[in-house]
């Protein structure tokens, strides 16, 4: 497209124009995408076709693509606005026939923060609303804007955030995989870790709600985001996570499941020094659970010579392995007395704690 745009400006729009036509002359059959069933384990695996993924094995999805690449770079400052010429193509697009339109919207939806930022007028009157929870098209709205690998952008986070505080669970009824809904809860987490309070961020009742509304998967796996968070920023465990569970996380014990201890713990192995005030923070929600799935070998064996977190923290090990273990065990627990041995020899004086 590029290319022949080069070549001959006005011969590449006709050319172009000519092979729009007769894609969407052919009717529903002809705009399909290229994408077939999707298999695990030799099973389908039932999977939306409103889908970002359709979209760019799909002929629409092509054309729609290729307006973008079409844009010069002079046109892609802020508020430069997209060409008329554009966006009337974009337009024709979206009333393609069968999947054809839900593809034209995904990709042009994988593009809103940028879209946003060029041409703000039309972004907001056109495309923002098929972004409504009841618009005909939000599926392939969501599941496109959802792709595009950043955070909202401030101004435009500011006029969706009504929607982004009631995605959960309306997101976690299609067909997608799990990636969307944990795209969906880390963005709603950044808006309250980095603009607390603020129009285009969220507040603690906002984000107590979200994670209320999330299934138990997504707010565990928001837990191991919360770990990113923590390691990737300076200070961030003290600055940005504890804070959030302090103030934020739902207290409510249906929240305290088996799978959701398995995260928690799985974010304490990677705190470093920061693991005593983590644990102050979250140990409220560590309940006993009989298993030997939790990842703690971690507190007994040395890890890039790092010594175990038994070894540095012998204390706070002990105060976790007690809430988190039953009074009776009905098996053998497999690391509980590797620990216990382990604190016992790194401060004997623990012995005589009941």
């Known amino acids: 497209m590029v290319a022949t ?62 307006l973008f690449h079409a844009v010069s770079k002079e046109e892609k400052e802020a508020g430069s606005l997209i060409p008329d010429h554009i966006k009337l193509r974009i337009e024709r697009l979206f009333s393609a026939p069968g999947e054809g339109s839900d593809h034209a919207v995904s990709i042009v939806s994988r593009r809103l923060n940028w879209l946003m930022f060029v041409d703000p007028v039309w972004t907001e009157g056109r495309l923002i609303p098929m972004l409504e929870f009841d618009h005909p098209a939000s599926e392939p709205a969501w599941n496109g804007f959802l792709h595009c690998g950043q955070v ?61 509304a999330m299934s138990d998967e997504t707010r565990n796996r928001f837990i191991f985001w919360l770990g990113l968070v923590g390691k990737e920023n300076e200070n961030g465990w003290a600055e940005h996570v504890t804070p959030l569970i302090n103030e934020d996380w739902p207290r409510e014990r249906r929240y305290r499941t088996a799978a959701s201890m398995r995260s928690w713990i799985g974010l304490l192995v990677h705190t470093g020094d920061s693991f005593p005030i983590v644990y102050e923070a ?73």
């Open 5 to 66: 745009l080069e070549f001959d400006n006005d011969l590449g729009w006709v050319v172009y124009d000519h092979i729009v036509a007769g894609i969407l002359s052919g009717g529903a059959d002809t705009v399909k995408s290229g994408l077939g069933e999707v298999r695990q384990g030799g099973q389908v695996t039932q999977r939306s076709r409103r889908t970002l993924d359709h979209a760019i094995n799909g002929p629409i999805g092509m054309c729609a693509e290729a």
């Open 152 to 212: 909202p952008w401030p101004p435009l986070a500011a006029i969706i955030k009504p929607l982004l505080l009631r995605l959960f669970p309306w997101v976690e009824g299609f067909s997608w995989s799990q990636e969307f809904s944990n795209i969906a809860a880390q963005w709603l987490g950044f808006m309250r870790v980095f603009h607390p309070n603020e129009q285009s961020g969220l507040s603690q009742v906002e984000m107590r709600s979200v994670l209320r």
């Open 282 to 354: 979250m140990n409220k929600f560590v309940v006993p659970v009989e298993t030997n799935d939790y990842p703690f070998y971690r507190f007994t064996g040395e890890i890039r010579d790092e010594k175990p977190i038994t070894v540095l923290f012998p204390e706070t090990t002990l105060g976790l392995m007690n809430r988190a273990t039953p009074q009776v065990l009905t098996r053998p627990s497999y690391e509980l007395p590797k620990v216990l041995a382990l604190i016992a020899e790194t401060e004997p004086n623990l012995t005589l704690d009941r």
